[in-house]
């Protein structure tokens, strides 16, 4: 991967770490990283189930991993709970089994938010 696209990736984590606790910008930025359509985001209904595979897919790219562990970091309750409902909870062993998604996964375990999400896991 060439310099100054590590560098865009290491200023778009850099940029959502920041933005910790701004909920309101984090629920639209996310949904538009994870490659959903801005104007489908409702109330809500952050992630297009459309998008679910491409998502499970991209973790396994390393720049990617990186961007959904942030994400993971940052996430508002409600998108946090959307990912573990909708692209985590059919996805977790094939995640875990790959060299770069393994990443997110731990990710996904060192920010669980509730009880339920530690007893899936």
């Known amino acids: 991967m060439g310099t100054m696209i590590q560098f865009e990736i290491k200023l778009l984590l850099t940029a959502l770490k920041l933005l910790l606790g701004h909920d309101e910008e984090l629920l639209k930025i996310i949904p538009v ?52 409902t909708k692209v985590f909870r059919n996805s977790l062993f094939h995640l875990s089994s790959h060299q770069c998604a393994n990443f997110v996964v731990q990710a996904l375990i060192s920010h669980a938010r509730d009880q339920d999400q530690v007893c899936f896991l």
């Open 33 to 84: 990283l994870l490659g959903c359509k801005k104007e489908n985001i409702a109330e809500g209904n952050f992630i297009d189930m459309s998008v679910v595979s491409t998502i499970v897919d991209l973790m396994k790219e390393t720049a990617y991993s990186h961007l959904m562990e942030v994400i993971l970091e940052v996430a508002p309750e409600s998108m946090y709970n959307e990912m573990f």
